[in-house]
């Protein structure tokens, strides 16, 4: 099946007892047995729940995996993933990443004896240089958050594959619709289902999909022994979502490219990131990656204090000033102050996150209002 039939139809399937076409909310924590240990596969909801079966099958579904599972946030399966290592591991990351995944990464996972190694990976090849026999993992993201860098994925595996690591991809940032990294090598795919996923910021939550039967077993395993699983309320608001996401991603794609160009030669604006334009530095990777390039972009003001960029963020009558990103309504951010405030000032300068950048999510509204709020913002 091609992406938009799997995204309305994938896991789905009529209720065998009423017919219904909508796969219903099971708002149960537990299931009726005939006799201790017979059931019909559904013993306690932390573990399975039909709704959130029927979402993970169509999640997995989306990146071309064979298992999916859903968490209660991006960070709920972050947190899994981490907990296939144990002391004394060690895992190789990028130095640009979202700020609650390097948070997760160095103040909770380095107490519990994991050690990360923050990377430029630009040039692939530097992970052999830091590849020693306690190195477990190699976690990318890719395109990056806020800069918009691109990671070569299909290289990065080589060289994983070569060292018997394990590649993890959080792909938030592209959605299925533009990228799957399993395609290319990646073991587990990671998404915050928050953004574009879900797509209507009204849900947090959090997914993995893999290929290999005995990784999906030990991260079922994590996932019901912590206990990080949605309800089948946020089940459903999502597989909902999704029927729909191969739209919205088409109309974000259009929309950012339309910002995009509006902004490069915007006298107020330094630079710009978007992996669109031919002049990207990786643009041919991301090109070669992806199907398109997204309706995430970020811009440094030029000559812009903390205090013109506050003045200009606080600005906007469409875009809305927040946190978070790829839902249907455009918002903007200062990643500085909101997205990236736990990453100390300096790591985050050294990764571009300056304080007169600003990071837009480009929505779906009419392309004509969100860039006369842009022209009328920055002037
Ligand atoms: C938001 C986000 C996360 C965390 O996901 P939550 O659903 O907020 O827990 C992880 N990675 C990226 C790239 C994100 O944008």
């Known amino acids: 099946m091609?992406?938009?039939?799997?995204?309305?139809?994938?896991?789905?399937?009529?209720?065998?007892?009423?017919?219904?076409?909508?796969?219903?909310?099971?708002?149960?924590?537990?299931?009726?047995?005939?006799?201790?240990?017979?059931?019909?596969?559904?013993?306690?909801?932390?573990?399975?729940?039909?709704?959130?079966?029927a979402l993970e099958d169509c999640l997995a579904a989306l990146e071309n995996a064979k298992f999916g599972l859903a968490f209660s946030?991006?960070?709920?399966?972050?947190?899994?993933?981490?907990?296939?290592?144990?002391?004394?591991?060690?895992?190789?990351?990028?130095?640009?990443?979202?700020?609650?995944?390097?948070?997760?990464?160095?103040?909770?996972?380095?107490?519990?004896?994991?050690?990360?190694?923050?990377?430029?990976?630009?040039?692939?090849?530097?992970?052999?240089?830091?590849?020693?026999?306690?190195?477990?993992?190699?976690?990318?993201?890719?395109?990056?958050?806020?800069?918009?860098?691109?990671?070569?994925?299909?290289?990065?595996?080589?060289?994983?594959?070569?060292?018997?690591?394990?590649?993890?991809?959080?792909?938030?940032?592209?959605?299925?619709?533009?990228?799957?990294p399993i395609d290319f090598g990646a073991d587990i795919v990671m998404h915050s289902v928050t953004k574009y996923i879900g797509g209507h910021s009204d849900v947090v939550m959090g997914a993995l999909m893999m290929n290999d039967e005995d990784l999906y077993k030990r991260l079922w395993f994590i996932y019901n022994s912590c206990g990080a699983t949605p309800g089948p309320m946020d089940s459903f608001f999502v597989l909902r979502g999704i029927k729909t996401l191969h739209l919205r991603m088409k109309a974000h794609c259009e929309n950012g490219r339309a910002v995009a160009e509006f902004l490069k030669d915007h006298p107020k604006v330094e630079?710009?990131?978007?992996?669109?334009?031919?002049?990207?530095?990786?643009?041919?990777?991301?090109?070669?990656?992806?199907?398109?390039?997204?309706?995430?972009?970020?811009i440094v003001l030029k000559g812009a204090d903390l205090q013109e960029t506050f003045r200009i963020a606080s600005n906007f009558k469409v875009f809305t000033l927040a946190e978070s990103l790829g839902g249907v309504e455009s918002l903007i951010n200062h990643p500085a102050t909101m997205t990236h405030a736990s990453i100390p000032k300096e790591t985050r300068e050294a990764a571009g996150v300056v304080d007169n950048l600003l990071r837009l999510s480009v929505g779906v509204e009419d392309i004509e209002d969100l860039l006369e709020d842009l022209k009328n913002a920055l002037s």
Do not use: C
């Not at 800069?147 to 940032?173: R, Y």
């Not at 630079?271 to 398109?292: L, S």
């Open 73 to 180: 946030s991006g960070m709920g399966a972050t947190d899994a993933v981490m907990k296939l290592l144990k002391p004394g591991d060690e895992v190789i990351t990028g130095n640009d990443l979202y700020g609650g995944s390097y948070r997760i990464f160095t103040k909770i996972f380095a107490n519990y004896g994991i050690k990360f190694h923050f990377l430029n990976l630009h040039d692939p090849e530097i992970i052999n240089e830091y590849v020693n026999e306690n190195t477990k993992m190699v976690w990318i993201e890719t395109p990056t958050n806020p800069t918009m860098q691109v990671v070569d994925i299909a290289a990065i595996s080589k060289i994983v594959k070569a060292k018997n690591l394990m590649l993890v991809v959080d792909n938030t940032f592209a959605s299925p619709y533009l990228q799957n």
């Open 271 to 298: 630079r710009i990131f978007w992996p669109g334009f031919t002049d990207h530095p990786n643009h041919h990777i991301a090109a070669n990656q992806m199907r398109d390039f997204g309706g995430m972009i970020s």
């Open 2 to 53: 091609k992406f938009a039939t799997k995204a309305i139809h994938a896991g789905q399937h009529p209720d065998p007892s009423t017919g219904a076409v909508m796969t219903p909310i099971y708002q149960t924590s537990t299931y009726w047995q005939k006799a201790p240990g017979d059931n019909q596969g559904y013993e306690y909801s932390r573990g399975t729940n039909p709704t959130r079966k």
